[in-house]
């Protein structure tokens, strides 16, 4: 399947389609690249975003592979407006669902970042987890660069301290 990978701010991240669907978004930097029509939009749509130049949804078609349940968490993701967010309790109380289960599926999204589980936190809008590299470190760093968090002082002494 053809791949592409660029640099973000963030990290090196690769995308990968089929039959000019996105299938995956993966850290790191893949060392088969195809960079095809398709996927060279796919990149330059996610460079308008972390430009902070794309401010609505990404247009791009998606193969989501995943059971019924994992496939009614990530269409509910693919609706959070860029800039804000929902709990894993919202989710579920829109699906019909548990907030774990709705927490697990999240942690299962095969194309992090065009489908927003980030913007997905825990009850009390704490971070709760990211399956992303870097963690929830990374999730920050989305939700500051959509404006839905603050980068504060406690953020930065935060960061500074994983120097130490």
């Not at 460079?47 to 990404?58: P, S």
């Not at 953020?155 to 301290?161: K, M, R, T, V, Y």
């Amino acid at each position: 399947m053809p791949q592409l990978s660029l640099h973000t701010p963030i990290m090196d991240i690769t995308i990968t389609e089929f039959d000019e669907k996105i299938v995956s978004l993966d850290w790191g930097w893949s060392p088969f690249q195809e960079p095809t029509p398709f996927l060279r939009e796919a990149k330059k749509q996610l460079d308008a975003y972390f430009d902070g130049d794309l401010l609505q949804n990404f247009d791009l078609p998606l193969d989501l592979d995943g059971s019924d349940h994992q496939k009614k968490v990530w269409h509910a993701m693919l609706d959070i407006p860029f800039g804000e967010t929902l709990t894993y309790g919202e989710i579920a109380k829109k699906i019909g669902s548990a907030a774990q289960p709705v927490g697990t599926a999240c942690g299962t999204n095969p194309i992090p970042i065009i489908v927003p589980c980030h913007r997905v936190l825990a009850s009390g809008n704490k971070m709760g987890g990211f399956s992303g590299e870097g963690g929830v470190h990374t999730k920050r760093a989305l939700l500051i660069l959509e404006g839905a968090m603050e980068y504060t002082a406690d953020i930065q002494q935060e960061q500074l301290s994983l120097l130490d």
